[in-house]
């Protein structure tokens, strides 16, 4: 079984910053793509950030400049470090990763527990 937690939301001020870490664990054989997704208030979830197993990067265009997504691949994490950050950033911020659980799997979508992120004076 794998399992994905997610840790650094909170309430932070206008133009402050946090930090999100995901951790995955448990039976892994490979993780591919690993990304973030938000849903705010009254709207739909929207990818924010993505990072392949390359290193390959992708940001909503809302975030860049802002936001930027790394990956610690021997501690399979991935993190969100968010500056700047606007009330229009204040959402339930979800960790999404591909992962292959053996070698004789195809790969699986998994999402994180969601982490509340409110920017608010």
């Known amino acids: 079984q794998v399992q994905l937690v997610e840790s650094g939301g909170g309430l932070v001020q206008p133009g402050g910053s946090l930090r999100l870490s995901c951790a995955v664990s448990?039976?892994?054989?490979?993780?591919?793509?690993m990304g973030w997704y938000r849903q705010g208030p009254g709207k739909e979830r929207e990818l924010v950030a993505v990072?392949?197993?390359?290193?390959?990067?992708t940001l909503v265009d809302s975030v860049k400049g802002r936001f930027t997504i790394s990956r610690d691949n021997a501690k399979n994490t991935v993190y969100l470090q968010m500056n700047s950050l606007k009330p229009e950033d204040t959402a339930d911020y979800y960790c999404?990763?591909?992962?292959?659980?053996?070698?004789?799997?195809?790969?699986?979508?998994?999402w994180g527990q969601g982490t509340l992120v409110t920017v608010s004076s």
């Open positions: 999404n990763v591909r992962v292959r659980r053996a070698y004789s799997e195809g790969y699986v979508q998994l």
């Open positions: 448990g039976s892994i054989f490979s993780i591919a793509a």
């Open positions: 990072i392949t197993n390359g290193g390959s990067k």
